[in-house]
């Protein structure tokens, strides 16, 4: 009898094959954690999009969380998204923008035109800090806690349902 | 005729697939290196790394903007002296693990790597188990199968008594 039962075993083994393949073929094969994540946001030295002369560093993300959200006027989805950016600076998270491979001209059309959530945007023209932040198109957002660690990173389009299911519980998450 | 048409088809899809194809290559810009061996190394770490963005290309062969900002950062790197290691790291650190087509060994991946090994031990067991258990069940038979000087002689004589009965009986019968 045990001996019948052995030979149900490469069975089991191609059932667990088959279950383990199958719940593969549902996953979405472009969700994938961010290697930066329980990291300090990498340094920049960047200049605002308002105003050329004045030029910021990571300090500007010390001492309360904030969603830096990574956008380009070139980027249809960036234009998607903006409601429920302004939504988020309405129910008072605080935004960075970080205006991608844009040119400054566009870049503040583009606020003009669809609002500025964003208490200040750092120009990114080259995509410096977009390569160090791993963003490999927009838009791409990073919640960042106060002590400059970032915690969770959204990549691609955040939907009116991710602004109450998955940022601000977020947000509430890091609060120090 | 209809022989002339295929050949005529076979030559028009040749030509727009080297057409098409030396398309996508003059879309992708061309590094030079003084050092040769430098040059071989962008080769190989373009053809290592894949692309974020893209589902299944290297940065060498795809077109999309980051894999562009990643091959010329690659570039970048190697003209400052970094080891082929320390350019992964550096991609990895930002894209993720994603980057690799050979994802490293570590503590997260043994598994992935060992997996093969440990189905290649267990199946060599099962056989080994197989073999040895046929090879002690005919040693038995065979151990059973000697017989000790006594028996052998007693089989010695069984067989002389039996030749000599078995010639009898055929000359007796023969006798007219």
Not at chain 1, 16 to 36: E, H, I, N, T
Not at chain 1, 61 to 74: A, D, H, R
Not at chain 1, 157 to 162: A, R
Request: proline share 5%; glycine share 8%.
């Amino acid at each position: 009898m045990t001996r019948r039962l052995l030979l149900l075993i490469p069975l089991l083994l191609f059932a667990a094959l088959v279950v383990f393949l199958y719940r593969g073929l549902a996953k979405d094969p472009a969700a994938r954690d961010s290697a930066l994540l329980a990291r300090d946001f990498p340094a920049f030295n960047l200049t605002t999009l308002d105003d050329p002369n004045r030029t910021l560093d990571r300090s500007l993300l010390k001492g309360q969380v904030t969603l830096v959200n990574v956008w380009g006027e070139w980027c249809p989805t960036c234009k998607q998204e903006m409601p429920q950016l302004l939504a988020l600076a309405d129910r008072g998270v605080r935004l960075v923008g970080v205006d991608y491979k844009d040119t400054r001209e566009n870049g503040r059309q583009f606020l003009d035109e669809f609002g500025d959530p964003f208490e200040v945007s750092l120009f990114d023209p080259e995509g410096t800090l977009g390569f160090d932040l791993g963003v490999y198109g927009a838009p791409e957002s990073f919640l960042v806690d106060a002590e400059g660690v970032i915690r969770y990173h959204h990549t691609g389009y955040i939907t009116p349902q991710d602004v109450e299911d998955v940022i601000l519980p977020e947000v509430n998450k890091w609060q120090p | 005729m209809a022989a002339m048409t295929r050949r005529l088809l076979s030559i028009c899809l040749l030509a727009i697939v080297i057409l098409t194809g030396t398309a996508a290559i003059a879309a992708i810009e061309v590094q030079d290196f003084e050092d040769p061996a430098l040059m071989q190394r962008y080769e190989d770490l373009t053809t290592r790394l894949r692309c974020p963005k893209c589902q299944n290309e290297s940065i060498g062969a795809s077109n999309s903007p980051i894999a562009a900002d990643m091959r010329e950062r690659v570039a970048a790197l190697l003209r400052n002296g970094q080891s082929d290691r320390q350019i992964e790291n550096a991609m990895v650190s930002r894209f993720g693990d994603y980057a690799l087509y050979d994802p490293r060994l570590d503590a997260r991946t043994w598994l992935l790597w060992g997996l093969p090994f440990g189905l290649l031990a267990i199946g060599a067991g099962v056989v080994a188990g197989f073999v040895l258990r046929r090879r002690r069940r005919d040693g038995r038979e065979s151990a059973s199968a000697v017989l000790d000087e006594h028996e052998r002689r007693r089989l010695e004589a069984l067989i002389s008594r039996h030749d000599a009965g078995s010639h009898g009986r055929r000359n007796d019968g023969g006798a007219p």
